[in-house]
Nanobody, 126 residues
Framework: QVQLVESGGGLVQAGDSLRLSCATS????????VGWFRQAPGKERELVAA????????YYLDSVKGRFTISRDNTKRTVFLQMNSLKPEDSAVYYC???????????????????WGQGIQVTVSS
């Protein structure tokens, strides 16, 4: 079992930055691929960013490329999502998710993630 706890969300203005953290416990962190999803009211959950277990391969949703950065610190068992130049359309509940890919690849679909956090609200005002 893996427990995921998100932190760092809140209410900010457009153009501001936030850093989300996903702290994990349980299964060996170094084997986990981790992703950040978000879901806005009335919209489907979408994968915003993902990182493989080694931290050397990442994925970003087109709309956040150049603004968001995902990283991981295996010694702290934590994954971060640095969000810069935030826009009102980034407002959503953000979820951290973890899964296992035996090839060490990024997991790009929600069904590939086994463990999910509770979610944290990010609100960007215009």
């Amino acid at each position: 079992q893996v427990q995921l706890v998100e932190s760092g969300g809140g209410l900010v203005q457009a153009g501001d930055s936030l850093r989300l953290s996903c702290a994990t416990s349980g299964q060996t962190f170094s084997i986990l691929s981790v992703g950040w999803f978000r879901q806005a009211p009335g919209k489907e959950r979408e994968l915003v960013a993902a990182v493989n277990r080694n931290g050397d391969n990442t994925y970003y949703l087109d709309s956040v490329k150049g603004r968001f950065t995902i990283s991981r610190d295996n010694t702290k068992r934590t994954v971060f999502l640095q969000m810069n130049s935030l826009k009102p359309e980034d407002s959503a509940v953000y979820y951290c998710a973890a899964g296992i890919n035996i090839y060490g690849a990024i997991i790009r679909v929600a069904s590939g993630y086994i463990y999910w956090g509770q979610g944290i609200q990010v609100t960007v005002s215009s």
